[in-house]
């Protein structure tokens, strides 16, 4: 089984659009625990960090469960440019260990 | 924020040639640098982890004597590819986390990335 697990889509929605990912992760002793952003021949940046309580940044709102093991990104009122992969990225129980899920790519369309 | 430089951010070069690729943390002590390989429309797939001053941690199936990382300084950390052939044409992007003031940055920071194109 992979460390973490995303749907790779595509998620082909409409402007104005809210959309959701969730990936799971296999490590129940993952510490740590973020959202990527990824454009087309670009490095990934990160979109935010996930806190244990969930937290916002404008548009876009990370949450975790950790009795499911997943963590989820919501994306409101999708913008065009929002169009990228999003990557899930876990880190193990060593602050030295990251897993990246396969990337979930989002198309928003006029 | 931590910043993490990556150069050069595109090289062409002939088979049979060695490329080396540079990646710097500019304003934090880099303990750990990832090194990861992406092909067109393929995610990112981890090559190697370094730790300064030890010998990197290959993934399976990655050649060591091919991809050949240095990290020899909180700052630096290089990946030379050897006798590149067009096989090995790919996004390399490094990334690293350390310290920042004493404390763990958590987070990962990723180079520009390196586009090679060997002929």
Redesign the interface.
Known sequence: RKEVEQDPGPFNVPEGATVAFNCTYSNSASQSFFWYRQDCRKEPKLLMSVYSSGNEDGRFTAQLNRASQYISLLIRDSKLSDSATYLCVVNGDNFNKFYFGSGTKLNVKP | GAVVS?HPSWVICKSGTSVKIECRSLDFQA??M?WYRQFPKQ??M?MA?S?EGSKATYEQGVEKDKFLINHASLTLSTLTVTSAHPEDSS?Y?C?A?GLAGGQ?T???F????S?LTVL
């Open positions: 990556q303990t750990t990832f995610s990112l981890l982890t730790n996004f992007i990334s986390t763990n958590g987070e990962l990723f180079g520009e990335g586009r």
